[in-house]
Each structure stands twice: as C-alpha cells, then as structure tokens.
Nanobody, 120 residues
C-alpha cells in the first residue's frame, strides 16, 4: 500500500503564490516520476507538471513560466511552487506517483486532492 498526503492548498488572490506538497509513503522501492494534475469544475483532469527521478521536469503550456515542480527524493516528496496565480488556476490539484514496489512491480497512486482557489 502506498499513501500520498497532500497539503498546501487554499484561497489566494490573483497574482499570489502557493506551494503544494505531496509526501509518499508505504511499500515503495523507488520512484520513477511524480506529477501534479488538476481538475477544474466541469472540466477534465489535466496534467500540470511532472518530474522524473533524474530531475527532468515538464509543464503544461498553461502553467509554464509560473509553476515550478521540484522533488526531494530522500523524503519521497514532490512540491509544486505556483506563482502569478490566475483565477483559471482554480481547481482541485492531485498528486501522482509512479513507482516500483518492494516486490518489483510497477504501479501508480493518486493523492486525495487539495483545493486551490484563486479569487479576489
């Protein structure tokens, strides 16, 4: 079993910043990649940013230049630093971890989601 604990969401004014955190624990041997996706009301979930175990990051065009994803491999934790937030960034943000289990199988887990609301 793998558990993901997310934190850092909340209400912020346009132009503000937030940092999301996601800590993974459980039967993980190694992590291949971690990512943040988001889902706004009435819309499909979309990938916002991802980072591989070697530190390669990728971003959706909508967040490029404003969001930064980083990870602490020793703590199995991924962060999403969000700057210059816009009302259209309002969504539930979900953490995802792709990992190798202690039994050698590849698997993935999702966090429970954390709400980010950008509004004045």
């Amino acid at each position: 079993q793998v558990q993901l604990v997310e934190s850092g969401g909340g209400l912020v004014q346009p132009g503000g910043s937030l940092r999301l955190s996601c800590a993974a624990s459980g039967t993980i041997f190694s992590i291949n990649a971690m990512s943040w996706s988001r889902q706004a009301p009435g819309k499909q979930r979309e990938l916002a940013a991802s980072i591989t175990s070697d530190g390669t990051a990728n971003y959706a065009d909508s967040v490029k230049g404003r969001f930064t994803i980083s990870s602490d491999n020793a703590k199995n934790t991924v962060y999403l630093h969000m700057n210059s937030l816009k009302p259209e960034d309002t969504a539930v943000y979900y953490c995802n971890v792709q990992y190798i289990s202690r039994w050698g199988t590849e698997a993935a887990s999702w966090g429970q989601g954390t709400q980010v609301t950008v509004s004045s």
